[in-house]
């Protein structure tokens, strides 16, 4: 005589498995215990804004005329802009591609974790470390060049949102742009000369007034020229605002963009990306 053992309904199988969210937070722990081991990588990070800060800093220390501020008061917003689309944008879209290249996300995709965990884990990872080189950079600022911190209530939630619609908009262009490079090994040219060209068009190593109008208007299209509008209408006195293209720190337009931005990319997102190799069908 043969016994058989019903199957347990699917509903109680699905009732056993970890939520997407609670493997995303699973996901996001095991990304920042592998980020943190590469001391390398690590050091790279956090030190390469904090070096061309003071670089920049450095040399360019003499007061703008009619803003009210140093030169050196101008650089910190711009290159705090800077290091938080470093740790999303160009971390993330050199990071997958290598993943990609290397068959990890193909083997994650057979297994029963959800897609949004494995997202959801780089989301965090790009929180964290981004919260860090802020903070980092803030320190510098504060320490070295005289850049007061927020005074109010509200300047202290004009940081927060704009840290995270920059971020978040910058991430998802990371993961874009992460399904462009043919290998791992050419990821790193792909992402980086991009990001470079926006932090010259986009008022981070040069000022606003002395960037052709033709380049501001590329610059305007892209998160970072508007995060560091941002950070500088956050950190800096309102005389500054004479520096702006509209004579306006446009908090209002800053929102609109970096929201806007931020439907895009997931749109990007969903259009371009892969789990595999073009080579690999």
């Given at each position: 005589m043969?016994?058989t053992?019903a199957?347990p309904?699917?509903?109680a199988?699905s009732a056993?498995?970890p939520?997407a969210?609670?493997?995303?937070l ?6 920042l215990?592998?980020?943190f081991?590469?001391?390398?990588q690590?050091?790279?990070?956090f030190a390469?804004?904090v070096?061309f800060?003071?670089l920049?800093a450095?040399?360019?220390?003499d007061d703008?005329s009619?803003?009210g501020i ?5 650089y910190v917003?711009a290159?705090?802009a800077a ?7 160009q971390s993330?879209g ?6 990609r ?14 897609p949004?965990a494995?997202?959801l884990g780089?989301i965090w990872l790009?929180?964290?470390t ?15 060049y005289?850049?007061d ?13 704009i840290?995270?619609l ?6 998802l262009?990371?993961?874009?742009i992460?399904s462009v490079?043919k290998?791992?090994?050419?990821a790193?040219s ?5 990001f ?13 007034d002395t ?6 208007t590329v610059?305007a299209?892209?998160p970072?020229?508007?995060?560091c509008?941002?950070l500088?209408?956050?950190f800096?006195?309102e ?6 293209q ?11 963009v970096?929201g ?6 997931l749109?990007l997102c ?12």
């Amino acid at each position: 005589m043969t016994t058989t053992v019903a199957a347990p309904p699917a509903e109680a199988v699905s009732a056993r498995l970890p939520s997407a969210w609670t493997l995303g937070l699973q996901r996001g722990a095991l990304e920042l215990r592998q980020f943190f081991r590469q001391r390398e990588q690590v050091v790279f990070t956090f030190a390469f804004p904090v070096v061309f800060l003071f670089l920049f800093a450095s040399i360019f220390k003499d007061d703008v005329s009619g803003a009210g501020i140093t030169a050196s008061q101008l650089y910190v917003p711009a290159m705090t802009a800077a290091g938080i689309m470093s740790t999303s944008f160009q971390s993330l879209g050199i990071s997958i591609a290598i993943e990609r290249d290397e068959k990890v996300l193909r083997r994650l995709r057979g297994t029963p974790m959800p897609p949004a965990a494995y997202f959801l884990g780089k989301i965090w990872l790009v929180l964290v470390t981004g919260a860090l080189e802020t903070a980092v950079l803030l320190l510098v600022g504060t320490t070295l060049y005289d850049v007061d911190l927020p005074s109010s209530a509200a300047r202290w939630f004009d940081l927060a949102w704009i840290f995270v619609l920059g971020l978040t908009a910058c991430a998802l262009l990371g993961i874009a742009i992460s399904s462009v490079p043919k290998s791992g090994r050419s990821a790193t040219s792909v992402v980086v000369l991009p990001f470079l060209v926006l932090q010259f068009i986009s008022g981070v190593y040069i000022a606003i007034d002395t960037i052709p109008d033709w380049m501001l208007t590329v610059g305007a299209l892209f998160p970072l020229k508007w995060m560091c509008q941002g950070l500088r209408g956050v950190f800096l006195p309102e005389s500054a605002q004479v520096l702006e293209q509209a004579g306006s720190w446009e908090f209002g337009r800053v929102a609109l963009v970096l929201g806007a931005w931020c439907v895009g990319g997931l749109v990007l997102c969903l259009l371009t990306f892969r789990w595999k190799n073009r080579r690999d069908g």
